[in-house]
T-cell receptor
């Protein structure tokens, strides 16, 4: 299957700090999605990206569709305790099959 | 709107038993998918459907069957459960219009096979 490398695997940060994570694939994608998952819940869609170079924000979250179409980046500014969770990237070339990264576990220390 | 709903939320099966995980969406989405999530791994695609009557295999289809008779429903069947199928199962749906594929997930079914 398609391999998506997501890094870092985990992050421990102080409240108020900025966070960056990224995802790379071995293939070109036409869609990148970023999700947050809380324990015992399903993933919740945060940001969707559809064009190379696209930069999209959702509140304190900003995501970018890499120019090569093989990577994507998510930034969280001024982290707060409720940002805690696991963040997943997902990519697709066709829209009907998405491949997921292994997740970045974020811990915010008050 | 309820979005994507899944039942049951929890299930315990014995090896060899069969069961169906239910998934329904009320967003009139054409695309629906089933994923499994195992510790330390991302979500892996089991089967997907691009519309009623059309299904296809994903990355890990063995041991699972699906059908899609209506736009709303996409059940996942385990014909003979095995311990390796212990996992959390998520159903997702997405629209397909205009090339914008925003995929939304249900709350999941936690399955344990003993």
């Amino acid at each position: 299957g398609q391999q998506l490398n997501q890094s870092p695997q985990s992050m421990f940060i102080q409240e108020g700090e900025d966070v960056s994570m990224n995802c790379t694939s071995s293939s070109i994608f036409n869609t990148w999605l970023w999700y947050k998952q809380d324990p015992g819940e399903g993933p919740v869609l945060l940001i969707a990206l559809y064009k190379a170079g696209e930069l999209t924000s959702n509140g304190r979250l900003t995501a970018q569709f890499g120019i090569t179409r093989k990577d994507s980046f998510l930034n969280i500014s001024a982290s707060i305790p409720s940002d805690v969770g696991i963040y997943f990237c997902a990519g697709s070339a066709t829209g009907n099959q998405f491949y997921f990264g292994t997740g970045t576990s974020l811990t915010v220390i008050p | 709107n309820a979005g994507v709903t899944q039942t049951p939320k929890f299930q315990v099966l014995k090896t060899g038993q069969s069961m169906t995980l239910q998934c329904a969406q009320d967003m009139n989405h054409e695309y629906m998918s089933w994923y499994r999530q195992d510790p330390g791994m991302g979500l892996r695609l089991i089967h997907y459907s691009v519309g009623a009557g059309i299904t296809d295999q994903g990355e890990v289809p063995n041991g699972y069957n699906v059908s899609r008779s209506t736009t709303e429903d996409f059940p996942l069947r385990l014909l003979s459960a095995a311990p390796s199928q212990t996992s959390v199962y998520f159903c997702a749906s997405s629209r397909s219009s205009g090339g914008y594929y925003e995929q939304y997930f249900g709350p999941g079914t936690r399955l344990t096979v003993t």
